[in-house]
């Protein structure tokens, strides 16, 4: 089992910065990667970020040039540097670990972008 807890959301100014934190526990050599998703009002979840084991970080467009995904193998802990944000960003943050037989999620954390 892996344990992820997310923290660092709240709300921000449009054109504001915020940085999630993602910090993993338990069997995490069980892991293949770590990434977020976000899941807006009356939407479904969507993918942001991933950063897989040894591999290159991959974006999604619409985040693409103003988040950045990047891992603390020491602290076992993924973050998600958010700049320029936008309105449209407002969502439900979750943390994400797939293993090879199962795939792990925090419990989310909320940003708002609103002014």
């Known amino acids: 089992q892996v344990q992820l807890v997310e923290s660092g959301g709240g709300l921000v100014q449009p054109g504001g910065s915020l940085r999630l934190s993602c910090a993993a526990s338990?069997?995490?050599?069980?892991?293949?990667?770590m990434g977020w998703y976000r899941q807006a009002p009356g939407k479904p979840r969507e993918w942001v970020a991933t950063l897989p084991n040894g591999g290159s970080t991959n974006y999604a467009d619409s985040v693409k040039g103003r988040f950045t995904i990047s891992r603390d193998n020491a602290k076992n802990t993924v973050y998600l540097q958010m700049n320029s944000l936008k309105p449209e960003d407002t969502a439900v943050y979750y943390c994400?670990?797939?293993?090879?037989?199962?795939?792990?999620w925090g419990q989310g954390t909320q940003v708002t972008v609103s002014s």
């Open positions: 338990g069997d995490i050599f069980s892991i293949s990667a």
């Open positions: 994400n670990a797939p293993s090879f037989t199962t795939e792990y």
